[in-house]
């Protein structure tokens, strides 16, 4: 009888561990993306894609519309040499237009200067294009820590605020920026750029005068805020669509002149029913004015 052969055991292959760390890996990594998109949405997709363009050196043709809105600006601060007054920066969210309050508003007041409205415009005018079309539009109104008491504004809050509405209504009623994409906030003192005072408590006037701004936040809207807008506009031209059929319909309706037939010329010195149409609504006396 022979003697039984001893089998050496075989290795275990541990190949499969690298595939199934990869595995891992990658799903780790799009569950990070999903959550990362779920949180910022289109800004995030937008930074993210930025950060990749500016890594393979692309050009600013090829850039995201928050870099172009925020070259945009630039332009229009150096052609109107208002770099002192106007900065325009870039953070997570979008685009950042500080306007400094001693230049745009009158002291103490949320009253325009006359100045200033030709900037404004020109601000309203470029983040109004239509490439923006999709852009949210925030207010932020700031001022420093010194107290205000008046009639109109008690304090701060109702300072901040109000400056940054008035920004708000100079887009709304020159028809610049739709109602719907914007907002107004007030901050009073609550978030300085730099202190306002020092340790000791003594005033610095610089600081003051650099926290005493208004900003315009210039951000990509989400997906469901594209949605929302996307059907304002659609109800707006359906409106405008009815509104000139409407019209169309009573221009039609209108029975011809007596004496004279359809598509007769009129005789002379006889005027067309068409020209005496705005003559009679001109004689009528204007709504008096709120």
Same mark, same amino acid.
């Given at each position: ?13 541990? /190949? ?24 910022? /949405? ?17 050009? %600013? %043709?090829?850039?995201?519309?928050? +870099? ?52 404004? +415009? ?11 079309? #999709?852009?949210?539009? =925030?207010?932020?109104? *700031? #001022? /420093?820590?010194?107290?205000?008491? #008046? ?21 709304? /009623? ?14 009073? %003192? ?34 469901? +805020? ?5 059907? *304002? ?24 002149? !007596? ?21 009679? !609504?001109?004689? =009528? ?6």
């Amino acid at each position: 009888m022979g003697v039984p052969v001893k089998l050496t055991p075989e290795e275990e292959k541990e /190949d499969w561990l690298v595939t199934y760390a990869d595995a891992i890996t990658l799903l780790m990594c799009f569950f990070v993306m999903m959550l990362t998109f779920a949180e910022f /949405d289109i800004p995030a997709f937008e930074e993210a894609a930025a950060a990749i363009k500016e890594k393979i050196g692309s050009s %600013d %043709d090829n850039a995201s519309p928050t +870099e172009k809105l925020k070259i945009d600006l630039e332009d229009v601060v150096f052609q109107m040499q208002a770099d002192r007054a106007v900065q325009v920066t870039k953070d997570s969210k979008g685009v950042v237009i500080e306007l400094s309050s001693g230049a745009f508003y009158k002291p103490g007041s949320a009253e325009l200067r006359e100045e200033a409205v030709p900037y404004l +415009e020109k601000i309203a005018q470029t983040i109004s294009a239509p490439r923006y079309a #999709t852009y949210n539009v =925030q207010i932020e109104g *700031h #001022t /420093d820590d010194e107290p205000i008491s #008046t009639e109109r504004f008690p304090s701060n809050w109702e300072l901040s605020t109000s400056r940054a509405a008035t920004v708000v209504r100079f887009f709304a /009623d020159r028809q610049f920026v739709d109602p719907l994409k914007m907002s107004a906030t007030g901050f009073a %003192d609550q978030k300085p750029k730099v202190p306002n005072r020092t340790e000791e408590g003594v005033p610095i006037p610089e600081n003051q005068m650099t926290n005493r701004r208004t900003s315009i936040r210039v951000t990509a809207m989400s997906l469901k +805020e594209r949605e929302v807008w996307y059907q *304002h506009l659609a109800i707006i031209r359906a409106k405008a669509e009815a509104e000139k059929r409407a019209k169309e319909q009573q221009g039609e309706g209108q029975p011809p002149q !007596e004496g004279q037939g359809e598509g007769q010329p009129p005789q002379e010195g006889q005027v067309p029913q068409e020209t005496q149409a705005p003559a009679a !609504e001109s004689q =009528q006396p204007a709504p008096a004015q709120q």
